[in-house]
Protein backbone atom coordinates (compact mmCIF):
# COMPACT_ATOMS: atom_id res chain seq x y z
CA UNK A 1 0.00 0.00 0.00
CA UNK A 2 2.82 2.26 0.79
CA UNK A 3 5.79 1.43 -1.66
CA UNK A 4 8.09 4.71 0.02
CA UNK A 5 6.94 4.14 2.88
CA UNK A 6 10.15 4.45 5.44
CA UNK A 7 9.13 4.11 9.03
CA UNK A 8 11.25 4.71 12.13
CA UNK A 9 13.09 2.34 13.56
CA UNK A 10 13.41 1.20 17.44
CA UNK A 11 15.97 -0.96 19.50
CA UNK A 12 17.14 -0.95 23.07
CA UNK A 13 20.83 -1.62 24.61
CA UNK A 14 21.67 -1.71 27.92
CA UNK A 15 18.47 -2.89 29.51
CA UNK A 16 18.50 -3.14 33.39
CA UNK A 17 15.38 -3.87 35.63
CA UNK A 18 14.66 -0.06 35.81
CA UNK A 19 16.28 1.34 32.65
CA UNK A 20 17.28 0.52 29.10
CA UNK A 21 18.43 3.17 26.29
CA UNK A 22 16.29 3.60 23.66
CA UNK A 23 17.63 3.93 20.03
CA UNK A 24 15.18 5.89 17.51
CA UNK A 25 15.89 6.15 13.86
CA UNK A 26 14.39 8.40 11.42
CA UNK A 27 15.15 9.70 8.03
CA UNK A 28 12.75 12.71 9.87
CA UNK A 29 14.51 15.42 11.10
CA UNK A 30 12.94 17.13 14.88
CA UNK A 31 11.16 14.30 16.35
CA UNK A 32 12.91 13.66 19.32
CA UNK A 33 10.49 15.40 21.44
CA UNK A 34 7.63 13.32 19.92
CA UNK A 35 9.62 10.54 20.98
CA UNK A 36 10.15 11.61 24.60
CA UNK A 37 6.39 11.89 24.66
CA UNK A 38 5.50 9.09 23.78
CA UNK A 39 7.47 7.41 26.11
CA UNK A 40 6.06 9.52 29.04
CA UNK A 41 2.66 8.70 27.59
CA UNK A 42 3.38 4.69 28.08
CA UNK A 43 4.88 5.55 31.60
CA UNK A 44 1.35 6.97 32.03
CA UNK A 45 -0.72 4.56 30.62
CA UNK A 46 0.72 1.96 32.26
CA UNK A 47 0.85 3.77 36.11
CA UNK A 48 4.49 3.29 35.62
CA UNK A 49 7.06 7.21 36.60
CA UNK A 50 9.30 7.13 33.97
CA UNK A 51 11.85 9.60 33.41
CA UNK A 52 13.44 10.11 29.64
CA UNK A 53 16.67 11.82 29.15
CA UNK A 54 17.93 12.15 25.80
CA UNK A 55 21.94 10.95 25.59
CA UNK A 56 22.28 10.83 21.73
CA UNK A 57 21.66 13.50 19.24
CA UNK A 58 20.91 12.87 15.32
CA UNK A 59 23.10 14.96 13.36
CA UNK A 60 26.39 14.93 11.43
CA UNK A 61 27.54 10.98 11.26
CA UNK A 62 24.77 10.19 13.60
CA UNK A 63 21.81 8.79 12.16
CA UNK A 64 19.83 8.31 15.62
CA UNK A 65 18.67 9.52 18.70
CA UNK A 66 19.17 7.47 22.38
CA UNK A 67 17.33 8.06 25.38
CA UNK A 68 18.31 6.98 28.72
CA UNK A 69 14.43 5.70 30.07
CA UNK A 70 14.46 4.78 33.54
CA UNK A 71 11.47 3.74 35.84
CA UNK A 72 10.64 2.32 39.21
CA UNK A 73 9.68 -1.07 40.22
CA UNK A 74 7.00 -0.78 42.83
CA UNK A 75 7.59 -2.54 45.70
CA UNK A 76 6.18 -6.12 46.75
CA UNK A 77 2.83 -6.28 48.77
CA UNK A 78 3.69 -7.99 51.66
CA UNK A 79 1.17 -11.44 51.73
CA UNK A 80 -2.23 -10.77 53.47
CA UNK A 81 -2.37 -12.39 56.79
Do not use: C, M
Not at 32 to 61: M, S
Request: hydrophobic share 35%; proline share 14%; charged share 15%.
Amino acid sequence: LFPKLQPPRFSVSEVTPTSLILHYQTHREGLAPFAIGLLKGLGQHFNTPVTVAQVEWRGPGRDRDSFRVEWSVPAPTPPAA
